[in-house]
């Protein structure tokens, strides 16, 4: 392939860029001799990465691997793909932190779940590696074996939930052989109810999985019984999951910011409307994720409008520091008309490098970028890809996704809304949902052309997936075509105002009790109800706790709000109390109560002195009380005590 060492330098403006025709075989000494110096070391070669690695041994400063050759020298115009690879080799250098570990174990206890022989057979087979245990559904006739290797049941699975080592099953139908079955197997009399624990769940009954997004749940595998090959397929994987295996922690969740629920009200809902596996749960005031089921979508992340939830693999802000070393290397080096194509390694990487062996290979202007998930991709890495660069975002999909893309889909509408709402015109961002390389190809040079910003912002944040927002969409409305100050936006959006109908309002400030973040604000000095547009997060607390019903969510973004101070929603005069002239309340409010209970409420008759006692603040009134002697229970008779437990015994046996 050819290498265009001029573009690459200039993108790559503070790195050595040394160049080779057989680093692996001829030239191996000059990566030795690299290996030994101190500092970051990247390789343009993942063919012949674990070579490289065991010849570099325990470097201290590690070695950065990334893939110039299927993604950009291998493509029809790969002489002109010096600005890509200067691109793909300053985001590689770009390090992300280490995540933590979840441990699984297993003991090997298997469960195979099935209707007839095949489920039978698939036992013989993993007899010897696990602790297998048959269970079939509404079984025909099935010869007894001659010496029993594994107990054979039978049972209809009513429901399931647990994880990779820890599964529960409820079952119904349960029954166990008859030892003295002689032709076919005869069960005792069935029972529901039954439970059963296992490590591992083994499903050919063919009928719908046990979980959702099954394919995502950790030690449920699942084959169709009529597919000999996936019924193997799916027995070798089993034989095999025995011991302990770590997976990442995929999401770091901090409770007290979530803002699920105030005084068992809900507010925020997002990630539990999301998760494609059930593992995110209310818990009280907020939600819980249980990380042995998490399978790292991250859509509660990328979703989550307070960071509560905040993604791992890598973290928001490695991420955009990412699509930052990538897109402003590639303008540097003099590319132009940037498309920034995200997918994950699973499928995206296999469709790449068909394409380039097989077909033309990736556009130029296609900058290929793998992440773990697609669905982790928040609104504020799509803001910040245009504003240092790109002309478009594509996301390449599998024809069929493993899992629910909702999430991915509502950012990409919030997306849409901002990007024409400055003045980009076009299909700015889109997915591509395909296993085929050629129609991978097909969508790709089918993208227009569509003008980047001029000049692409250089700005580097770190922090919560909300400041990064906040910061990348403040430099797209300065970089903008046609800036305008306020664009609504879809609802569900992260950021927005409220809505209030200030005629119904009684400033009983419920709202701002409840605010998580602060938007909704009181003054201790009087009766106000203020807002700050900045810290709303579109909870949905506020409208759920008014008594009033006259609060609304108004999603949108105001490029103003940032700077903008507190707002002042609605405000009214205090009331006064009439003996020390203390503020206390509303005096509207005051007023209203004292005109429905004067003449109308045995305590308050009309004209009576008493009346005064709700124009006062607490400590006058109880004065007045204390003065006046007020029995608040004239002429009630005077309960009996309570009786004891013993006496209650005694009446009872005196009954009878």
Known sequence: MHLDVAAIRRGCRNCEIKTFRHLCGAELDHFRNAAKADGALTVACTQQAAQFADEAGERPDGINFVN?????GWSRDGANAGAKMA??????AISAPDYPLVTLSSDGIVLIYGRDEAAIEAGRLLADHLDVTVMLKQPGDIVPA???????????????????????????????????????????IPRDGATSHCNLVLDLSGEMPLFPAHDLRDGYLRADPRDPAAVLRAVLAARDLVGSFDK?????????????????LTGCHRCLDLCPTGAITPDGDHVAIDVNVCAGCGQCAAACPTGAASYALPPADTQL????????????????????????????????EALARFGDGLPTNVLPLAVN??????????????????????????????????????????????????????????TIETDDPEALDAQLSGIEMLAAVERPATFKTVGKRRDLLRFASSELHRLAPTPVDVIALPQGAPVGAVSVNTDGCTLCLSCVSVCPTGALRDDPERPVLKFVEDACVQCGLCQSTCPE??????????????????????????ALC??????????????RVAAVLEGRHWMYPAGDKRLEALRMCADCRVSLMSEQQFDPFPGVRERAPPRTTDEYLRERDNKH
């Open 321 to 352: 520091q990412t699509l930052r070393a990538m897109l402003l290397a590639y303008h540097e080096a003099g590319g132009t008309h940037s498309v920034l194509l995200l997918h994950d390694s699973p499928h995206g990487t296999p469709l790449i």
């Open 248 to 264: 990442p922690k995929y999401v770091d969740f901090t409770p007290g910011l979530c803002a699920h629920s105030r005084s068992k």
């Open 68 to 72: 110039i050759r299927e993604t950009a």
């Open 578 to 591: 009439i003996r020390c002239g203390t503020p206390f309340g509303v005096k509207s409010t005051i007023n």
């Open 373 to 430: 998930e697609l669905t982790q991709v928040g609104l504020e890495a799509i803001i910040g890809a245009f504003a240092y660069g790109a002309s478009a975002v594509r996301f390449l999909l599998r024809a069929k996704p493993r899992h629910e893309v909702t999430g991915l889909s509502q950012t990409i509408a919030m997306a849409d809304a901002i990007l024409a709402g400055l003045g980009f015109d076009g299909r700015r961002v889109a």
């Open 146 to 188: 001659a010496a029993t290797v594994f107990p054979i049941v039978k049972g209809t699975i009513r429901s399931a939930r647990g994880h990779f080592g820890a599964f529960e099953l409820t079952i119904d139908d349960y029954a166990r052989p008859r030892p003295s079955s002689r032709d076919r197997l005869v069960f005792d």
């Open 87 to 92: 691109a793909l080799l300053a985001a590689a």
């Open 549 to 574: 019903k006259v609060i609304t969510l108004k999603p949108q973004i105001d490029f103003r709000a940032a700077r903008a101070s507190a707002v002042v929603i609605k405000e009214e005069e205090p």
